[in-house]
Structure formats: structure tokens, C-alpha cells
């Protein structure tokens, strides 16, 4: 199975690369946890949080607006 590649993109359809934060513990598999990221982050440490139940919308704390979630392999 080809890796899951993460981008968000914002206002202005500005589109950055991210990676899913492990913060679960337990061992559920590396797929399973790309495929429902709760928390995402940026190549500069920049975190941003799930907004909503569908899991395509995420919020920075350090950037504007609702971030929208692109998934690709």
C-alpha cells in the first residue's frame, strides 16, 4: 500500500504539506492512524486541530481561517 500524503489548504488556496501527529498510545496500525488524523502539523511545528466531525477541517493555532483537508497517495 502506497503512503498517504497529507496537505491542507486555506484561505487565498494556499496549500501546505503535513503530517499526521500520533497521539495515541495504543497500538492501532500506522494505516489506520493516517487514514483518521485528528492533529496535523506543518514542517515548521505548526500545529492544527480537527474543527469537525467529517475530519476535513482543521484550524492553526498560529495561522487565519479554517485549513481544509487534501489527502493523496
Do not use: C
Not at 10 to 24: F, H, K, N, W, Y
Not at 43 to 65: H, L, P
Amino acid at each position: 500500500m502506497d503512503k498517504l500524503h497529507f496537505f491542507l489548504e486555506g484561505p487565498g488556496r494556499e496549500t501546505i504539506p503535513v503530517s499526521a501527529l500520533d497521539t495515541d498510545t495504543s497500538s492501532h496500525s500506522q494505516t489506520v492512524a493516517e487514514a483518521t488524523p485528528r492533529i496535523l502539523i506543518d514542517s515548521d511545528g505548526n500545529i492544527a486541530e480537527q474543527t469537525d466531525k467529517s475530519g476535513y477541517r482543521f484550524q492553526f493555532r498560529e495561522r487565519f481561517g479554517v485549513w481544509s483537508l487534501i489527502v493523496s497517495d
